[in-house]
């Protein structure tokens, strides 16, 4: 399996926190379609940003950690953090393209779509795009 070829480090993040906010950057994401709120999208890069690179501050992360912990009583179910701080920063990137919306409709429109998507895979099956990519990345830099 190709992530067992990845760098393990001791940090770790509770998969269930991630998936939950996965289904939260759904939503968001859904309700800036709808809405056009640059709001949404600023929201979006400030919570991707702090779960890429200083988890503390996400706001998402937060809120689903208090809900799914202290008041659902769900054990934490840990995964490497550098896979998913891999994913959170293509989720940065893709939510600065969405930004582009009163300059580039079309690819906004393109990237919020494939948010979207690698969201619902994320919430709903645990199936995390960055994660594989991030799998690929290192296998592929252990080759050469």
């Not at 001791?10 to 998969?15: A, C, G, I, Q, Y």
């Not at 709120?37 to 702090?50: E, P, R, S, T």
């Not at 934490?76 to 920063?89: E, I, R, S, V």
């Not at 079309?106 to 895979?121: E, K, P, Q, R």
Request: with cysteine.
């Amino acid at each position: 399996m190709l992530i067992k070829t990845c760098p393990i480090g001791k940090d770790l993040v509770d998969e269930n926190v991630s998936r939950a906010v996965a289904l939260w950057v759904v939503g968001l994401s859904l309700a800036f379609l709808v809405s056009g709120n640059m709001l949404i999208v600023a929201f979006l890069i400030f919570d991707f940003a702090a779960r890429a690179f200083c988890l503390k501050f996400s706001l998402l992360a937060h809120l689903n950690r208090t809900i799914l912990h202290s008041i659902l009583k769900l054990k934490p179910k840990p995964y490497n953090a550098a896979p998913k701080k891999f994913a959170a920063k293509l989720g940065l990137i893709f939510s600065i393209i969405m930004a582009s919306l009163p300059f580039a409709p079309a690819i906004a429109l393109i990237s919020a779509v494939f948010l979207i998507f690698a969201a619902l895979l994320e919430g709903f099956f645990g199936v995390c795009i960055g994660c594989i990519l991030y799998s690929l990345l290192c296998s592929y830099k252990q080759t050469n």
